[in-house]
Nanobody, 129 residues
Framework: QVQLVESGGALVQTGESLRLSCVAS????????IGWFRQAPGKEREGVAC???????DYSEFAKGRFFTSRDAAKKTIYLQMTDLKPEDTAVYYC???????????????????????WGQGTQVTVSS
């Protein structure tokens, strides 16, 4: 059974950093692409970052230069390092898997969350001003 479990969410101050983790289990192979999404209260879900199994990554504009995603294949863990956090980054953060395993992150990944078949339960990130 495929399972994605996020952790690392917390209450932090503006300007601080946080690292989220997504542990993947139950996949037949490791060639899945992982997307990070977030949803704030009253807002639509939006893409944050995406990374393929070979490490090709893409970021939404608001995340470029502040967020960085990486994978540790041995630990089957995907990370989202977030720096210079702002109150507008407050949201529940989710990781999701696309087992079609593209080599490069498709340009449309953020606008097509339906391509991600499996989702974690989310972890809350709150940034206070």
């Amino acid at each position: 059974q495929v399972q994605l479990v996020e952790s690392g969410g917390a209450l932090v101050q503006t300007g601080e950093s946080l690292r989220l983790s997504c542990v993947a289990s139950g996949f037949v192979h490791d060639s899945y692409m992982i997307g990070w999404f977030r949803q704030a209260p009253g807002k639509e879900r939006e893409g944050v970052a995406c990374v393929t199994d070979i490490g090709h990554a893409d970021y939404s504009e608001f995340a470029k230069g502040r967020f960085f995603t990486s994978r540790d294949a041995a630990k089957k863990t995907i990370y989202l390092q977030m720096t210079d956090l702002k109150p507008e980054d407050t949201a529940v953060y989710y990781c999701a898997a696309d087992v079609d395993a593209p080599v490069r992150v498709p340009k449309t990944w953020a606008s097509d969350p339906s391509r991600f078949e499996d989702w974690g339960q989310g972890t809350q990130v709150t940034v206070s001003s």
